[in-house]
């Protein structure tokens, strides 16, 4: 169950943030770099608190009380994730009635927060890839503070027109070339996700298999041997976004931990008009639940088919159970005969991925003496 919000410090201020119990989130700036953490990682370690967030340049007062976060920039965004280990309606109601988001000077009577159910909702989180992404890059270098990028960057950005209080227009030259770049840049960008090279990015770095991790090496802030690791920041904004030290920490029996697979067991990208099968051995390593979704390579959203939410898992309704314990999972365009509530839907013509999300992970999860098998092609 996440919860998902805007923070504009430009234009409401200093602003709270009311954090239920037992919730796991984090607080990314506008250029999505890690701020803070709320609830189990953060410091109100689960308990719930009351967060400050405060604008850039901010010199006011700060009142006691509050947990206080510093970004720097003026938009912030945040993420929370509610635990369904005890079913969606308990998570759903700890979120509607205890997080809270108002201005700091509202304080003494806040106003109600607003909830939006995007639940089954249609809409757009893929970054263009054409001229509009420059654009869309001019407004945020506009909007935000210069120095809350570095000099490099900013030279970067000002030798293709990008320059803070000037306006960006370039030439039809220019602009031709922009367009290829965005092109290029994102087929670079998909190259990197989807063909990791490197063995950081590996669960399994000794052997062939084809499961990966989001972060090279669980390095959330893309830095390997002191040098940054622009792959393995390429990769990780092309796909998921969000960033947090928590996310590549696993702590037995809390949190979680996700193995993705982009390609079969021969190496070979997923195709939806055929047939495979993932196989969980017995005693799955979970203190909470697991689950196996899919995802469209193209939109890095789950894969819109005639199944709303395209996961299966251990709290999947009917879900069958092997009877040594282990389990099977099918992804195909149909069903195999009585495996339906074991299957995933693909689609002809679209490949896909998926994700394996341990929630609570034990030691054999931790120490890979337990491992999911590759998905490999039955027909």
Same mark, same amino acid.
Do not use: C
């Given at each position: ?18 954090? +239920? ?326 689609? +002809? ?11 609570? +992970?034990?030691? +054999? ?15």
């Amino acid at each position: 169950m996440y919860s998902i919000g805007h923070l504009d410090l430009q234009a409401y201020g200093p602003t709270v943030v009311e954090v +239920p119990p037992g919730m796991l989130g984090m607080l990314d700036d506008a250029w999505m770099r890690y701020v803070g953490d709320f609830g189990v990682a953060g410091p109100d370690k689960g308990k719930g608190g009351k967060y400050l967030v405060l604008p850039p340049g901010y010199t006011g007062a700060v009142p006691d009380g509050y947990f206080v976060l510093k970004p720097p920039t003026y938009i912030n965004w945040f993420f929370m994730r509610g635990s369904i280990a005890g079913g969606l309606e308990p998570a759903l109601k700890n979120i509607k009635e205890n997080l809270k988001v108002y201005p700091l000077k509202l304080a003494s009577n806040p106003p109600a927060t607003e909830f939006m159910n995007i639940t089954g909702k249609s809409y757009n989180t893929i970054a263009p890839s054409d001229f509009s992404y420059f654009e869309a890059l001019n407004r945020i270098i506009q909007r935000e503070p210069i120095d809350a990028l570095g000099r490099e960057s900013r030279g970067s950005l000002a030798a293709i027109g990008i320059v803070k209080g000037t306006p960006f227009n370039p030439n039809p030259r220019m602009k031709r070339l922009l367009m290829e770049a965005a092109a290029i840049g994102d087929a670079t960008a998909r190259a990197a996700l989807y063909s990791p090279r490197e063995k950081g990015y590996f669960l399994y770095p000794d052997s062939d298999s084809s499961w990966v991790m989001g972060f090279a090496n669980k390095n959330v802030f893309f830095e390997t041997d002191g040098a940054r690791n622009l792959d393995a920041r390429t990769s990780f904004y092309f796909g998921y976004t969000g960033v947090t030290p928590a996310m590549a920490v696993t702590h037995p029996g809390a949190g979680s931990d996700y193995a993705i697979a982009f390609k079969d067991s021969e190496k070979r990208a997923f195709d939806g008009s055929k047939t495979y099968k993932l196989h969980l051995p017995a005693n799955v390593p979970v203190n909470n639940f697991w689950a196996v979704t899919i995802y469209d390579t193209q939109t890095r959203s789950m894969l819109q088919t005639s199944q709303p939410f395209p996961s299966v898992g251990s709290q999947s309704q009917g879900f069958q159970k092997n009877p040594d314990g282990s389990y099977h999972v099918y992804f195909a365009p149909k069903a195999p005969a009585g495996k339906e509530s074991n299957w995933l839907q693909t689609l +002809p013509g679209k490949s896909w991925f998926a994700i394996l999300r341990m929630y609570g +992970p034990l030691e +054999p999860w931790i120490d890979k003496t337990w491992r999911p098998s590759e998905i490999e092609l039955v027909q």
